[in-house]
């Protein structure tokens, strides 16, 4: 049996509508991607979208059309993919690195608190995983201090808190529609947002800083979204429910069947919805095995695994050293104690039940 992490779902009618838009003759920017960026506004609840060419550069439109630029600092989880951080980076800003908490691995209010400064601009909190952020809390700490809020939503599409819609709680939402994503264009991001003159802002951010053809009115790049790569994401966007009912299923199987003396399933937080984009496990002190073993194991039993992610992003070669003691020490002993499980929608019954006994059988 051969189980991989991810599998993407591409069917027919996404390769009806690429070919569709292919034949059209209009295959940049056009009709499509606006349709899809109205309907995924939809989707969050937010009065704007605007569609990009990937999550890196959503976060980066939406962080320089908050107006982070050369000596702000923007604080960030280290438990993340690197583009959390890099993208501010990119604005010339400093990402100032804040601990999570262990249990939903996602940003820590109270660290917040902590590391806000005269220079401090703005906070990204993190879905990771597909479980929303304590978003309450976070929101909490930007008001007092005046704080923007910007959510990366790149693995959360269609997550809730107490029945809101991811992407609507910031000033800006920005997901990512990578591959292996809950939906996918192949590549591409969005931005929400409820500010009409951020969604103008942003426009001109990701077409060359145009306010009309051959004006140009502020420094911009090219991070527009292609029609090819909306009418995929207008088709996986009608799938989207579906594919997160089954994660969601998925998962709350292999809670409830892994038995495994050591081995700690994903925490749920009350009024959350999580989309499961990762079924994450920690292994503890009290796991028989090393976690590279364990890996090495499952890959035996034709069972991928992944680890998200192996190396906080305050030790990354290019924001090290940091000062010890370490300022994010959950983020450093998740980072060595996490693995991925598959989760994904094409998973059926036969091999949830294998995956699980595989793991039973090393308790």
């Known amino acids: 049996m051969h189980i991989p992490i991810a599998r993407p779902v591409i069917g027919h009618d996404e390769i009806a509508a690429v070919s569709e838009v292919l034949t059209s003759g209009m295959i940049a920017q056009g009709e499509r991607v606006a349709e899809f960026e109205q309907k995924f506004s939809d989707l969050c609840g937010t009065t704007h979208a605007v569609a990009t060419s990937n999550g890196t550069t959503a976060l980066h439109a939406a962080l320089l059309a908050a107006g982070i630029g050369h000596g702000d600092e923007v604080i960030v989880p280290s438990f993340s993919f690197v583009a959390t951080a890099s993208s501010i980076s990119m604005c010339g800003a400093t990402p100032v690195f804040c601990d999570v908490d262990e249990q939903i691995c996602n940003i820590n209010p109270a660290q917040i608190e902590e590391r806000v400064t005269q220079k401090t601009k703005a906070v990204v909190g993190v879905h990771l995983f597909g479980h929303p952020f304590d978003v309450v809390g976070v929101s909490q700490v930007c008001e007092k201090h005046n704080l923007i809020l910007i959510e990366d939503a790149a693995q959360a599409h269609g997550a809730s808190v107490n029945g809101e819609r991811v992407g609507g709680f910031g000033q800006f939402g920005c ?171 094409m998973l059926d019954g036969k091999e949830l039940a294998y995956i699980c006994d595989a793991i039973n059988r090393v308790g």
């Open 175 to 345: 997901f990512s529609f990578y591959a292996t994503k809950n939906m996918t264009t192949g590549e591409g991001g969005m931005v929400t947002t409820n500010e009409k003159a951020m969604a103008e802002r942003l426009r001109q951010i990701i077409n060359h800083g145009q306010t009309e053809k051959y004006l140009h009115a502020r420094l911009g790049y090219n991070y527009r979204m292609t029609d090819i790569a909306a009418a995929i994401g207008l088709v996986q966007l009608k799938k989207l429910e579906k594919f997160n009912a089954r994660r969601r299923k998925n998962a709350a199987y292999l809670t409830a069947n892994i038995r495994c003396r050591g081995l700690i399933t994903p925490t749920v937080v009350n009024g959350v919805n999580p989309v499961y984009h990762q079924y994450v496990v920690r292994l503890s002190e009290e796991f028989p095995m090393k976690r590279s073993e364990f890996a090495d194991y499952l890959k035996t039993k034709g069972i991928g695994t992944a680890v998200h992610y192996p190396l906080p992003i305050h030790r990354q070669p290019m924001y090290a050293p940091q000062s010890d003691p370490d300022p994010c020490p959950v983020s450093t002993k998740l980072s060595s104690c996490v693995l991925s499980l598959p989760v994904h929608p």
